[in-house]
């Protein structure tokens, strides 16, 4: 089978409600008068799909359900998002989240060793319910700290139901937004109707050990990716984990280190706590870091220096 060389990833965030599926089946729409493959993960919390019945049939689909991406499912993400990749060679892959994911563990899926070099993430577009944003202080502090996560790792806002308030009131919610998302794009909608062409390009994950860009100043989610060439000394790595800044928020990678004579290791680290997993097959060594504002070059750097040791 003749796979594409890299695959263009948009997902979609937003609380329940908030107009992820009506956006989805217009983005679809469009996708299909431009004749480009695409393909579709969804993910439900029930046990089975609503949503998956309202779109076309032509579209390869594959669910994720009973659960949540953020939390148990998030594996299966990895192995879904390959098969779907594989099987039906999309130019495209719309992932929709259930309304109460992260979207930083949506992207982390995306990311994961075995994908991030062939999967390349255009856009984290959350949707928002203007007239629930604005009463959200009245959610519970988990729901409202949601909405607000929710907005604040997005690269395009769909500012969605502007029309059951006035234009005072829009203009608030957007200040409100900014408050939390000062970089992302806000696009002021009904129904959801946002043009393609008007969905950016992030390059807050662009995959590429070669010339790291060095991103705008602000405190978002970004990745990194590292495709080691040889072995590494185990302890070497340990004293770099050890000075891993807070920023940093999660890595994964699969990793051999001289000591275990080649053997490929799996390396999770999250939040300042790291795992090592021995893999009983040998695994591409590529290492993906998730975290806020990331020194992309020094990074790089730092690991390179790692393997010349």
Known sequence: MCVISTVEVIILSGFLGSGKTTLLQNLLTEEKRSGRKTAVLMNEIGDISIDSALLESSTPLME???????????D?????????YKEHEPEVIYIEATGVAHPVDVLEGCLSPLLAPDMNVR??????????????????????????????????????????????????????????????????????????????????YAQTNEDPVHVKDHLQIQSF???????????????????????ILRMKGFIRFFEDKGTTTLFQYSYGISQFFEEAIRLPANLVIIGE????????????QLEQQ
């Open 64 to 74: 994720l359900l009973d659960g949540c991406i953020c939390c148990t499912l998030k």
């Open 76 to 84: 299966e993400l990895e192995i879904t998002l390959l098969s779907l």
């Open 123 to 204: 856009s984290v577009i959350s949707t928002i319910d203007a007239v629930r944003f604005l009463a959200r202080e009245t959610f519970s502090p988990h729901v409202r700290r949601l909405l607000e996560e929710q907005v604040k790792h997005a690269d395009d806002l769909i500012l969605n139901k502007t029309d059951l308030i006035s234009a005072e009131l829009i203009k608030k919610v957007q200040k409100e937004i900014r408050s939390f998302n000062s970089f992302a794009t806000i696009h002021t909608t009904r129904f959801s109707q946002v043009p393609l062409a008007f969905i950016g390009y992030s390059q807050r």
């Open 225 to 247: 990716t590292y495709q080691f060439k040889g072995s590494v000394s185990r302890q070497a790595f340990d004293e770099w984990l050890l000075a891993m800044p807070n920023d």
């Open 293 to 304: 504002n990331l020194d992309k070059a020094k990074i790089h750097n730092q690991l390179l």
